[in-house]
């Protein structure tokens, strides 16, 4: 039977994917596959104008200057700061655009389903949360059977059944790892699990960790991994054509780079990474691809090792080159490219819930180096090569032995389009019915 589900979806309009934002994309498709009505929720800056919706929607697109002092939300955050929100958050319908949206952002491709808006949702939820303690109550306009917040978030629609997906707890096992506050995201983990309709992980070992530190019973969590849905054309498009694109977008040579994806942040293990890449010997070229995430300065550091450098002769001069680069931001058509045309994807993590990159180059034919910690050995099974990421040597030898073994390569892309077929959109479309149908009756 079809009911109404409003998808807290806020990562969904970040300008630079995400994971989570990848994750609440598959689910909103997912569960209109599965025929609900399905609503997205995010976070928006400033209220609707009601008497004159067009020219709102103007402001809400409108751009932001960082530097610029807002007196109405200093305000607004000093009274959230002080009293909470006792009286919930009210949401508002966003209107159908009738402007030009910007590409770069998720708000262009995500206006399919009906969209509404609470204005700062994630920090107000937070401030209520740090001063009461408890959730905030987001009062929708219409009905909602189901509201499934896609990331840790003290907020809960009432009457609607109210389910909760965690990624990972990161703060938790990893401190030094990461800048949130570690007190807040305990207290808030553990609001959350109690008061839940049920708590949904996205790998097995996430399902343990949560229920190791929050003595959550079995009835009430429950694991549906995780599904990415590749464009078809990224899969079946020729190799002629993935070769064209990164050698015209950025001047690589077709399964002659190693690729590594995510944001510069502890957990991600870049500096070991590179040292290892340093060390292996290989003259091909290293591609990191993600944004600036915290601590990354020591990261960063390393990237300007000397040993780093090789030398070109153009015909009349030796040129420098750099063998680590780092593209902050890659566009998700050419990013598919980058995959596709890598000799291999370089993902040894120190912890993750899931481990995105591993399952999207087995989609596309790309053989792994990942962790064999965490969720990543469950992620990749036999299709990857396993490492531990704490030993630089491991990750070196590693990249020595795939890089001169074309066999070996050629034998975890076969396993690796196996195992991928477990994570299939299908198979994780049954998961998500069988938690909804449970928690809906």
Do not use: C
Not at 119 to 133: A, C, D, I, Q, T
Not at 137 to 158: C, N, Q, S
Not at 255 to 272: C, H, M, Q, T, W
Not at 307 to 332: A, C, M, N, T
């Amino acid at each position: 039977m079809s009911k109404n589900i409003l998808l807290e979806a806020h990562a969904m309009t970040l300008k630079q994917g995400t994971g989570i934002a990848t994750y609440a994309r598959n689910l909103a498709s997912t569960a209109s596959g599965l025929g609900h009505q399905v609503e997205l929720l995010v976070g928006i800056e400033r209220k609707i104008n009601r008497r004159d919706a067009l020219l709102s929607e103007v402001v809400l697109n409108d751009a932001v200057d960082p530097k610029a002092i807002d007196p109405v939300k200093m305000v607004g955050r000093a009274i959230d700061w002080t009293i909470g929100v006792p009286a919930g958050s009210r949401t508002q319908r966003l209107p159908a655009p009738r402007i030009v949206l910007d590409p770069g952002s998720g708000t262009a491709a995500e206006r399919r389903h009906p969209t509404h808006g609470a204005v700062r949702l994630w920090e107000r939820s937070f401030l209520h949360f740090n001063r009461l303690g408890r959730r905030m109550e987001v009062k929708t306009e219409g009905r909602h059977d189901l509201f499934h917040v896609t990331r840790p978030t003290p907020a809960f629609v009432k009457g609607a059944a109210n389910i909760y997906t965690i990624h990972d707890i990161v703060p938790l096992r990893l401190p030094y790892a990461t800048l949130d506050n570690k007190k807040y995201f305990y207290n808030m983990i553990r609001h959350i699990v109690k008061k839940a309709d049920h708590i949904v992980t996205v790998s097995e070992f996430t399902r343990r960790d949560v229920q190791e530190f929050f003595n959550i019973p079995d009835t009430r969590i429950t694991n549906t991994w995780q599904s990415v849905a590749v464009n078809e054309a990224a899969i079946s498009g020729s190799d002629e054509d993935a070769a064209r694109d990164v050698e015209n977008r950025y001047g690589l040579s077709f399964r002659d780079y190693f690729l590594f994806l995510g944001a510069v942040e502890p957990k991600k293990n870049i500096s070991r990474l590179v040292e290892a890449y340093a060390t292996s010997g290989s003259t091909r070229p290293l591609v990191l691809v993600g944004g600036l995430g915290w601590q990354y300065e020591q990261d960063l550091e390393t990237l300007k090792d000397e040993r780093l450098l090789s030398w070109r002769f153009d015909g009349s001069h030796i040129k420098p080159e750099r063998r680590v680069q780092r593209l902050p931001y890659v566009p998700l058509s050419s990013l598919l490219s980058l995959i596709r045309g890598a000799r291999a994807v370089l993902f040894p993590s120190l912890y993750e819930g899931f481990g995105l990159p591993i399952l999207e180059a087995m989609l596309l034919g790309t053989p792994t180096i990942t962790s064999n910690t965490s969720s990543m050995p469950e992620v990749a099974g036999d299709a990857s090569m396993l490492v531990n990421p704490y030993k630089i040597e491991e990750i070196r030898d590693a990249i020595r032995t795939l890089d001169a073994d074309a066999d070996l390569r050629a034998e975890l892309v076969n396993r690796g389009r196996k195992r991928a077929e477990f994570f299939s959109p299908a198979l994780y479309a049954e998961r998500m019915k069988a938690v909804y149908d449970r928690v809906l009756g």
